[in-house]
């Protein structure tokens, strides 16, 4: 079973730049999928972004694409997500979600507590 934790939410410009870390426990983490999820207020949770376990194969909704990069460092069992060009629609807590199998696509198995992304206009 693997852990997660997120931090680096907060308040941020339209326009700026954020980076959101999760930093799992567990001696098996570089073998799980590790994904990002967001839940605006009144909204459904919903996917954002998924990297496989080796780093090689990474999924991004429509709405992050191009503007959202997910990437891992095995070493720290850490994942980032780099958000560039935020939109106040990015506006939602973030979630870091863990799971075993090969999809880097829901559903997950594990989540983490949420850390707060505030976009203002």
């Known amino acids: 079973q693997v852990q997660v934790v997120e931090s680096g939410g907060g308040l941020v410009q339209a326009g700026g730049s954020l980076r959101l870390s999760c930093a799992a426990s567990?001696?098996?983490?570089?073998?799980?999928?590790m994904g990002w999820f967001r839940q605006a207020p009144g909204k459904e949770r919903e996917f954002v972004a998924g990297?496989?376990?080796?780093?090689?194969?990474?999924d991004y909704s429509d709405s992050v694409k191009d503007r959202f990069t997910i990437s891992r460092e095995k070493a720290k069992n850490t994942v980032y997500l780099q958000m560039n060009s935020l939109k106040p629609e990015d506006t939602a807590v973030y979630y870091c979600?863990?799971?075993?199998?090969?999809?880097?696509?829901?559903?997950?198995?594990?989540w983490g507590q949420g850390t707060q992304v505030t976009v203002s206009s």
């Open positions: 979600a863990a799971k075993t199998g090969v999809s880097t696509r829901p559903p997950f198995d594990y």
């Open positions: 567990g001696r098996t983490f570089s073998s799980y999928v």
């Open positions: 990297i496989s376990w080796s780093g090689n194969r990474v």
